[in-house]
């Protein structure tokens, strides 16, 4: 095989020429460029429009790269189609054709003409080691018409099959890449494995001692323990508990006697019991201005008796509870509640049901400045 080397200047003082052929161009363009339509700030060029008045297509302007042969067009070009058939459809299709044959030797575009059919095809493309083709849209030609609208025109220049944007063709050697890095990671697991054998060993050492020093402190309990029934240890008898135990071990077996307490456990035995939760309650008729005083009473059941302005009351500085139990008779009247009283999200409960009792809770923690107001529940009690 030989060496090659190119694009060196001539010398002509020590007679070395240096040939170079545009195909030596192209061929380098080639190996590092794909051949396709050159896209320009995220915009491909050499786009096919028709305006739907004639039977002409418009190549806009742009560029491509074709194998490593560059062309560019500047201005728009309008190219002409044959009239479709009277009584049948066809595609034409728009391409951008290198020929690299000795009498052409460039890059254009041309119309190929397609097939006239009742299920019309687009024409293949030529792609030969001379001519090769890339395709920038099809056209429907409908039969017995003299117009392109514009919607018959497909764009085919991003298809990669059919035409394509030029890319890069150099990539990163990621075979390479990844044996060194199996090599590395090999590398690395074993001096991993050897650090997780000796780190395991510790573990193993620092278990075994554990369990020895949990023997050593069992035994010396139980030399404290028979120690103590030489000296008459004896357990509180108060707690209704045996007098006293010989060893260690017969504690143990003697564990459920001395958690026996009048036929209870030692824990249920010393349960505390609670009587049931009591409150004073004052009833107040509900009419006319009602001033409701936490300081008096700290629960209050206020039955509606007519229409009823409710206001809260206490010289208590320090946070007060109060209840107040509102009950409906059999027709309902309306309340109104102190503006110093803030409900819970702002809205004021409806307690305007008859023969329901409503159970509210008021809160201050300003010495009755405002008060926060909660409604616990409304009951039908008819």
């Keep these: 095989m030989a060496e090659i080397f190119k694009f060196f200047n001539s010398n002509p003082a020590i007679d070395d020429r240096r040939f170079v052929q545009a195909a030596d161009f192209a061929n380098y ?14 915009e491909a060029g050499l786009r096919v429009t028709a305006d739907g008045t004639n039977m002409q297509t418009t190549v806009d302007v742009g560029g491509a790269l074709m194998e490593g042969y560059q062309y560019t067009n500047t201005t728009p070009l309008q190219l002409t189609h ?20 000795a009498q052409n030797r460039f890059i254009r575009a041309f119309i190929v003409k397609g097939e006239p059919s009742a299920t019309p095809e687009p024409p293949e493309l030529t792609r030969t080691s001379l001519v090769y083709e890339l395709s920038l849209a099809q056209v429907y030609l409908t039969a017995n018409t003299s117009t392109i609208p514009a919607t018959d025109v497909t764009d085919e220049r991003l298809d990669e099959e059919l035409c394509g944007i030029v890319s890069s063709l150099i990539t990163i050697p990621t075979s ?10 090999t590398g690395l697991q074993a001096s991993l494995d050897g650090a997780t054998d000796e780190y395991e060993q510790e573990i193993e050492d620092a278990r ?5 020093d949990l023997l ?12 103590q029934q030489t000296e008459g240890f004896v357990l509180a008898s108060e707690k209704g508990q045996p007098g006293g135990v010989e060893t260690y071990d017969d504690a143990i077996a003697h564990k459920e006697e001395f958690t026996q307490h009048e036929g209870k456990t030692v ?8 009587g049931a939760y009591r409150e004073e309650i004052s009833t107040v008729s509900g009419t006319g201005t009602v001033t409701l005083n936490a300081d008096n009473s700290p629960a209050y059941r206020l039955t509606m008796a007519g229409t009823t302005t409710l206001n809260l009351s206490t010289t208590s500085s320090e946070v007060v509870s109060l209840s107040v139990f509102l009950e409906q008779g059999g027709t309902a009247h309306p309340i109104t509640f102190s503006s110093a009283i803030k409900w819970r999200g702002g809205e004021i409960p409806d307690v305007s049901e008859p023969n329901f009792t409503y159970a509210l809770t008021f809160i201050t923690y300003n010495g009755g400045t405002t008060w926060l107001g909660f409604l616990a529940g409304d009951f039908d009690v008819s």
């Design 29 to 42: 363009f080639s190996q590092v460029l794909s051949t396709g339509i050159i896209s320009i700030d995220n």
């Design 82 to 101: 044959d009239l479709p058939e009277a009584d049948t459809d066809r595609i034409d299709r728009v391409v951008l054709r290198l020929d690299k044959s």
């Design 176 to 185: 390479q890449f990844l044996q060194e890095w199996e090599t590395y990671f």
């Design 208 to 212: 075994a001692q554990l369990q020895q």
């Design 216 to 227: 050593d402190f069992e035994q010396e309990f139980r030399d404290w323990f028979d120690q």
């Design 267 to 274: 824990t249920e035995a010393h349960e505390p019991l609670f």
